[in-house]
């Protein structure tokens, strides 16, 4: 999920950590998501006004570990972290994002909480460990404010810092910025009890991209991006600053348990089947995880396509970003146009009568039991060496009912970026090494390959 007004970068004290001391362990959640997936053409008016928004603004180790689910049976294109905040505990849904920074999940004031359903929102009231941040806390300058903003008096005890998270069309989540307990689980499988996790408690929530399609299910966000108050940031230093994910495919079943592990791959041997690229820097979009893709080739055949599309313009514009909460892949028009051409040319199936809207390329599948085994095969190219060669399932989709089509767009690298989704990402295992800075990927180590 994407604010309209980037953070300042200040430095955000560590969450303190409790009933953690073994440097083997790490901090393991489950990353969920049902299939299936939404509408085609619902992720791709998503995605678009998703990215539409990022257009427009430029500014030995312990782990946890923890499943992701997919959201797509509720109709989102987003995979869930179940996080467990508050004392006693409090279970909530949050989409692993890592395209935005604030952590925040739906809060509810009230005293008589019975016409709220369980697990549907977070209750201040019923933690002993809730505390509101005060308006002059230098962490309350890292979230943007309502406007007007409130005066803060220095002098009040109960002077609150509030927050006001705006989205392109015009959707916002708002309330007070406080700091909470979250309890997860260790590798060696006990409790670890995070103390002090800056989050937004949102008592309004509104608009399409907080409330509507792709929201359903969820009860918030896990921002995982580069920024000081996102979730990898604040946890990071006490977990080897990287984290990694498996975004499993939604379509196998029994649907396989993906996993978002604050502290990096810790499988010996899926660390040597790693694949590293640098991660970029754009001082103009500092949350964001940019790597440098040089080329895209089809059934090994590399395509000619200008080095100067991929490159980041003075203006921040252009390059390629990994982003856990967009679904489709976008790349640069002049890319994308040469992949269409290319993959038109080589497949081996016939052409359907009509398009799905929104969709460029699409072929009739009936009859075909395995039509991956005639679509043409894809191969990105990192700087660094790394190469990227996801199976077909994760860029043709079924739109319709013996249908699929290229879940690819364009995108104007003038105005935006290339985007690599969680479409694309799925049956990847994905380390963020944000010391090294770098991003390492493998198909070992995930789930089965193809």
């Not at 549907?120 to 230098?138: L, Q």
């Not at 979250?182 to 929530?205: D, M, W």
């Amino acid at each position: 999920m994407l604010p309209l007004i980037f953070l300042s970068l200040l430095l955000l004290p560590p969450a303190s950590l409790a009933a953690v001391s073994d440097d083997d362990e790490y901090l393991k959640l489950p990353l969920l998501r049902k299939s299936p997936l939404p509408s085609p053409t619902q992720s791709l008016a998503l995605d678009t006004r998703r990215l539409h928004f990022l257009s427009l603004h430029r500014k030995p180790i312990p782990f946890v570990k923890s499943p992701v689910v997919s959201g797509a049976s509720s109709g989102s294109g987003q995979y869930f972290v179940d996080l467990r905040i508050g004392q006693p505990p409090q279970s909530l849904l949050l989409i692993a994002d890592t395209g935005s920074d604030l952590v925040w999940v739906k809060c509810s004031a009230c005293r008589n909480c019975s016409h709220h359903s369980p697990a549907t929102v977070f209750f201040p009231r019923h933690s002993s460990t809730f505390s509101p941040t005060h308006c002059y806390d230098p962490t309350c300058r890292l979230v943007p404010k309502p406007s007007p903003a409130p005066k803060c008096n220095h002098t009040r005890i109960h002077s609150t810092c509030p927050y006001e998270y705006a989205y392109a069309d015009g959707s916002l989540t708002s309330g007070l910025f406080a700091r909470e307990t979250t309890t997860l689980r260790t590798s060696s499988g006990r409790e670890a009890n995070l103390k002090s996790v800056a989050f937004g408690c949102g008592f309004k929530i509104s608009g399409q991209s907080v409330s509507g399609a792709s929201f359903n299910g969820a009860h918030g966000v896990m921002g995982l991006g580069r920024g000081p108050i996102s979730f990898a940031s604040q946890l990071g230093r006490r977990f080897g600053n990287k984290f990694s994910y498996c975004l499993m495919d939604y379509t196998l079943s029994p649907p396989p348990t993906s996993y978002l592990t604050i502290g990096g791959v810790k499988s010996d041997d899926a660390v040597s089947k790693l694949s590293f690229t640098p991660l970029l820097t754009n001082p103009l979009s500092p949350t964001f995880y940019y790597v440098r893709l040089k080329s895209i080739s089809v059934n090994g055949a590399k395509l000619r396509i200008d080095p100067s599309v991929w490159e980041i313009d003075g203006s921040g514009n252009g390059g390629t970003v990994v982003d856990s909460g967009t679904t489709l892949a976008f790349l640069a028009d002049p890319a994308y146009r040469s992949v269409v051409a290319a993959m038109r040319r080589r497949i081996r199936l016939p052409i359907a009568a009509e398009l799905t809207p929104g969709f460029d390329l699409c072929v009739n599948v009936s009859g075909v039991s395995r039509p991956e085994k005639m679509m043409p095969r894809l191969r990105f190219g990192f700087a660094g060496g790394a190469m990227m060669v996801p199976p077909p399932r994760n860029y043709f989709i079924e739109t319709e009912e013996r249908i699929q089509c290229l879940a690819i767009q364009a995108v104007d690298p003038k105005v935006g970026f290339s985007v690599i989704g969680n479409l694309m990402q799925q049956g990847f295992l994905f380390e963020f090494d944000r010391d090294r800075a770098r991003l390492g990927f493998s198909r070992r180590g995930c789930g089965a390959s193809s």
